[in-house]
């Protein structure tokens, strides 16, 4: 059965950008039971390529490569021009409202130091929390999540770099169990034509629902 035809952002015959939704696999990993989504995707795209990750509980816009010549250009380019856009849940209302984090993080790859850039914005306050706005332009492993730690906002409900005692609080009132982070949008540069694209993706459901309540019942759009 193929994904479900809402699902797929944007194609053509480099390209396929999809909706990840939370609680799926990018690729495969242990621990996990459900299929990944590059596997359910291959099925029908052969010639599928990784070209990056979001983790398992995030939810929003995904690149894969249909073609060599897409993700060698990518890879080569090592992303550049690439803007990620973000929201999530955080404990705690940041101050000041908007800033720029800029503290090096590990690499991928080995334990080195790399230079990680967030830019935040709050863009809605709660009592006990916050709606925040990101823009990544890196994307190094669990950046967001350990930049906002780092300045003592961590995300709601996250297992690594969380708040244990506020997400206890989080989760009686509320009964989730999974943190609130949301790839919304991305723009990059078409590997092989050099067309500037924007791709968005919608809140998913338990993200909308979680906002509605925090606003007291009010519906999020």
Same mark, same amino acid.
């Given at each position: 059965m *193929?994904? +479900?035809p809402d699902r797929i952002l944007y194609e053509d015959q480099h390209l396929l950008v &999809?909706?990840?939704? *939370?609680? /799926?696999?990018t690729v495969a990993a242990g621990g996990e039971g459900k299929m990944p989504l590059f596997d359910f995707l291959h099925k029908d795209h052969p010639g599928l390529r990784v070209v990056h990750r979001l983790d398992f509980g995030t939810s929003g816009v995904l690149v894969f490569a249909k073609t060599a010549? +897409? &993700?060698a250009a990518i890879r080569s380019s090592k992303f550049a021009g690439w803007k990620k856009e973000y929201v999530t849940l955080v404990h705690g209302v940041p101050s000041p409202s908007s800033g720029v984090i800029t503290k090096p993080l590990p690499a991928r790859t080995? /334990? @080195?130091? &790399? %230079? =990680?850039?967030t830019e935040y914005r709050v863009t809605h306050a709660f009592p006990h929390c916050a709606l925040v706005s990101l823009t990544i332009d890196t994307g190094r492993k669990h950046q967001i999540r350990r930049h906002l730690a780092g300045i003592g906002h961590p995300l709601v409900l996250d297992p690594l770099y969380? @708040?244990?005692r506020q997400d206890r609080k989080f989760k009686k009132r509320f009964s989730y169990r999974r943190l609130f982070l949301h790839a919304a949008s991305l723009t990059f540069p078409h590997p092989i034509t050099g067309e500037k694209l924007? &791709? =968005?993706a919608p809140? %998913? *459901?338990t993200f909308r629902e979680v906002m509605g309540k925090l606003r007291g019942g009010r519906a999020v759009p």
């Amino acid at each position: 059965m *193929p994904i +479900a035809p809402d699902r797929i952002l944007y194609e053509d015959q480099h390209l396929l950008v &999809v909706h990840k939704r *939370p609680g /799926e696999l990018t690729v495969a990993a242990g621990g996990e039971g459900k299929m990944p989504l590059f596997d359910f995707l291959h099925k029908d795209h052969p010639g599928l390529r990784v070209v990056h990750r979001l983790d398992f509980g995030t939810s929003g816009v995904l690149v894969f490569a249909k073609t060599a010549a +897409a &993700v060698a250009a990518i890879r080569s380019s090592k992303f550049a021009g690439w803007k990620k856009e973000y929201v999530t849940l955080v404990h705690g209302v940041p101050s000041p409202s908007s800033g720029v984090i800029t503290k090096p993080l590990p690499a991928r790859t080995h /334990e @080195d130091l &790399v %230079p =990680a850039r967030t830019e935040y914005r709050v863009t809605h306050a709660f009592p006990h929390c916050a709606l925040v706005s990101l823009t990544i332009d890196t994307g190094r492993k669990h950046q967001i999540r350990r930049h906002l730690a780092g300045i003592g906002h961590p995300l709601v409900l996250d297992p690594l770099y969380g @708040d244990a005692r506020q997400d206890r609080k989080f989760k009686k009132r509320f009964s989730y169990r999974r943190l609130f982070l949301h790839a919304a949008s991305l723009t990059f540069p078409h590997p092989i034509t050099g067309e500037k694209l924007h &791709v =968005a993706a919608p809140l %998913p *459901p338990t993200f909308r629902e979680v906002m509605g309540k925090l606003r007291g019942g009010r519906a999020v759009p």
